[in-house]
T-cell receptor, first 113, second 116 residues
Framework: GENVEQHPSTLSVQEGDSAVIKCTYS??????FPWYKQELGKRPQLIID?????GEKKDQRIAVTLNKTAKHFSLHITETQPEDSAVYFC????????????FGSGTRLQVQP | GAVVSQHPSWVICKSGTSVKIECRSLDFQATTMFWYRQFPKQSLMLMAT?????????EQGVEKDKFLINHASLTLSTLTVTSAHPEDSSFYICSAWDHGRDTEAFFGQGTRLTVV
C-alpha cells in the first residue's frame, strides 16, 4: 500500500518568514495530494491540493509543488502569521472517491510573533 | 462545500460497554465512507472503508468484530466500538467524497471517545 513520509515533525518560524514542509510517497499510482491544517480536537481542514497533472499550485500565501518523478511534494507558506500555527498533514490517494487517503505523520508549525 | 456530520462529538463510556458513532453526508450521497482513528499527537490512520449495501473493508490489525461498521443507506455509516477498553480511547473521524463533484474528501467533525 501507499506510504507517505513527512518532514519535519516540528517547525518554528518567526512571523513573516516562510515555512516549507515536505512529503514523499511510495505508490506511483497516487495522483491526488492534499494538504490539511488541523487544530486541536478539530477535523482536518483542506488548505490546498494538487493533482498529478499539475506541477505547482498557488493560493495566496500557500503553494504546493509536486515532483512526480521523485515522488515528493511540498507545502510552502509565505508571510507566516501566528494564526498559521497548527498541525499540518500531507496526504496521498489515487484520487477517486472510492480510495482512502494515506496521511503523513504531521508537522507542528509554530509561528512566533 | 459538501457537509459531513458526525455524532456524537464526544462520549465517555465505561469499559466493557459499546458506543455507536454516526456519520452522515447531509447534502450528497456517499456509497463509500472512510473511518479513521487518531491517537493524541499522531496522524490519522485508516481503520476501515464502509461500503453501502455490502461489508466493510478493514485495514490490517483492525478487529472487525470489535469495530462494527454498518452502511445501510447512501447517507449514513455507523461505527460501533464494542466491549470498549481504555486503549480504544481516541479521536474517530469519518470521511466521504461527494461523487457528484469528486473534488475533495469531506470530514466529519470527529468523535472524542474516552473509555474509563
Amino acid at each position: 500500500g501507499e506510504n507517505v513520509e513527512q518532514h519535519p515533525s516540528t517547525l518554528s518560524v518567526q512571523e513573516g518568514d516562510s515555512a516549507v514542509i515536505k512529503c514523499t510517497y511510495s505508490d506511483s499510482a497516487s495522483n491526488y495530494f492534499p494538504w490539511y491544517k488541523q487544530e486541536l480536537g478539530k477535523r482536518p481542514q483542506l488548505i490546498i491540493d494538487i493533482r498529478s497533472n499539475v506541477g505547482e499550485k498557488k493560493d495566496q500565501r500557500i503553494a504546493v509543488t509536486l515532483n512526480k518523478t521523485a515522488k515528493h511534494f511540498s507545502l510552502h507558506i509565505t508571510e507566516t502569521q501566528p494564526e498559521d500555527s497548527a498541525v499540518y498533514f500531507c496526504a496521498a490517494s489515487m484520487g477517486t472517491g472510492r480510495r482512502a487517503l494515506t496521511f503523513g505523520s504531521g508537522t507542528r508549525l509554530q509561528v512566533q510573533p | 462545500g459538501a457537509v459531513v456530520s458526525q455524532h456524537p462529538s464526544w462520549v465517555i463510556c465505561k469499559s466493557g460497554t459499546s458506543v455507536k458513532i454516526e456519520c452522515r453526508s447531509l447534502d450528497f450521497q456517499a456509497t463509500t465512507m472512510f473511518w479513521y482513528r487518531q491517537f493524541p499527537k499522531q496522524s490519522l490512520m485508516l481503520m476501515a472503508t464502509s461500503n453501502e449495501g455490502s461489508k466493510a473493508t478493514y485495514e490490517q490489525g483492525v478487529e472487525k468484530d470489535k469495530f462494527l461498521i454498518n452502511h445501510a443507506s447512501l447517507t449514513l455509516s455507523t461505527l460501533t466500538v464494542t466491549s470498549a477498553h481504555p486503549e480504544d480511547s481516541s479521536f474517530y473521524i469519518c470521511s466521504a467524497w461527494d461523487h457528484g463533484r469528486d473534488t475533495e474528501a469531506f470530514f466529519g467533525q470527529g468523535t472524542r471517545l474516552t473509555v474509563v
